[in-house]
């Protein structure tokens, strides 16, 4: 795992009941990166299969990286420029993923800080 959020999601994974199995990045889904302007891979975060036999590929990101980056004051053109880059290749990345994942039935979920920590804050506010 490379990140704190892979980890929170890992831990999910190998606590949930209904989850029989999972990966971390063994699954492969080509796309056109816009950008460098060629075909070429990559490997979505987690792949998951659940007790109902559905299979679920889920990729983690920063919530940032979801919208278009915006123009701000004080943002460099070179900043602004890298967000839109990784934007866009993050765009068709997922696009890919999403018409594999109708290809072979399986359901496609970005996740973001803002679910992996939503239930966190749930119970913190609880008590």
């Known amino acids: 795992m490379r990140s704190r959020w892979e980890r929170r999601v890992a831990e999910y994974l190998d606590n949930t009941p209904e989850v029989v199995s999972w990966s971390y990045e063994r699954k492969k889904v080509w796309y056109y990166n816009p950008v460098r302007k060629k075909r070429t891979f990559y490997l979505p975060d987690f792949w998951a299969k659940t007790k109902d036999g559905k299979e679920h590929i889920l990729e983690v990101k920063p919530y940032k990286e979801t919208h278009p980056p915006r123009r701000t004051r004080g943002k ?5 420029l890298y967000e839109n880059a990784t934007y866009q290749i993050n765009q068709a990345k997922w696009a890919a993923c999403q018409d594999y994942c109708k290809r072979i039935r399986a359901d496609f979920q970005i996740v973001t800080e ?6 966190k804050k749930e119970r913190r506010l609880k008590g």
Request: glycine letters at 0%.
């Open 114 to 119: 803002r679910e992996i920590y939503r239930n």
């Open 76 to 80: 460099s053109e070179r900043t602004w």
